[in-house]
């Protein structure tokens, strides 16, 4: 019975370490996303300080395939010193997913007072040039959010653009698709998004900040049973050196 849990432990472990090269790819690829996706949105939101879980995921994400890589070669050749140094890494990467997720919930939560102090001040910077960063990340968001203003298309009124343009439109960015010949006038209504950008934007970056969390509670799931598996080979190697190889079938002296 002991034999069989050894290995059974052994196999769910090599097996478990194939799980995190594949999780380390997946865990780079949402710190990507994240980064991405703040440069579409950076001029909504100034708090640079909102990337750490990202750029602390990409990082264990990094170290997932170097656990791997030594958790593989210290299962088959059941090592007790790498198995060792396998559960120590692995409780290390867990606790940083512990803080990534509770960073995570602490600047989810800080998202709409970020972007409610600095959406104004992107609106009034807007002059309708692409050279322009602020204009061209208003009309990046109005289109593919489908929205128009800050609560609504009315907000445009009381921006400086506005008021200097004096055709008594709105950007071309706010209006339908498929709409024939829309120009953004406000004697349209109809032609242009309803609703307001700000709280799409909040709701668009507090997503973004779920992906980060239940990533990193997912793989500290996974981890878990990595370390647990690793134990039991650990300590069934030390009460009993003499049990078969994964691999090679010989037996220890």
């Known amino acids: 019975m002991g034999q069989c849990g050894i290995t059974s432990s052994k196999t769910v472990l090599v097996f478990l370490n194939l799980i995190f090269w594949a999780a380390a790819g997946i865990l780079c690829y949402v710190g990507a996303y994240v980064f991405i ?21 990409i990082a264990v994400g990094t170290l997932l395939f170097i656990i791997g890589l030594i958790g593989c070669c210290a299962t088959i050749r059941e090592s007790r010193c790498g198995l060792a140094t396998f559960v120590i890494i692995l409780l290390l990467v867990f606790a940083t997913e512990v803080v990534v997720v509770v960073l995570g919930y602490v600047y989810r939560a800080k998202v709409e007072d970020e ?17 322009d960063a602020p204009s061209r990340a208003i009309d990046y968001v109005q289109r593919q959010l489908h929205c128009c203003g800050i609560h609504n298309y009315s907000d445009w009124r009381n921006t400086r653009w506005f008021k200097e343009v004096r055709n008594n439109s ?11 010949n829309c120009t953004g006038s406000l004697t349209r209504p109809g032609d242009l998004y309803p ?59």
């Not at 934007?201 to 980060?212: D, F």
């Not at 981890?223 to 300590?235: D, F, N, T």
């Open 37 to 57: 996706t703040y440069d579409d949105y950076e001029h909504f939101f100034e708090d640079v300080y909102t990337l750490i879980p990202a750029v602390i995921i």
């Open 170 to 180: 709105v950007p071309i960015s706010c209006c339908r698709p498929g709409v024939v």
């Open 115 to 131: 972007v409610d102090s600095s959406i104004q001040k992107v609106y009034e910077e807007y002059n309708g040039t692409n050279s």
């Open 195 to 253: 609703e307001g950008c700000e709280a799409l934007v909040v709701k668009k970056l507090k997503e973004i900040m779920m992906y980060v969390i239940w990533a990193a509670l997912t793989f500290a799931s996974i981890q878990m049973l990595g370390m647990l598996c690793a134990c039991v080979v650990l300590c069934r190697r030390g009460r009993d050196p003499a049990y078969e190889l994964l691999v090679s079938g010989s037996t220890y002296a």
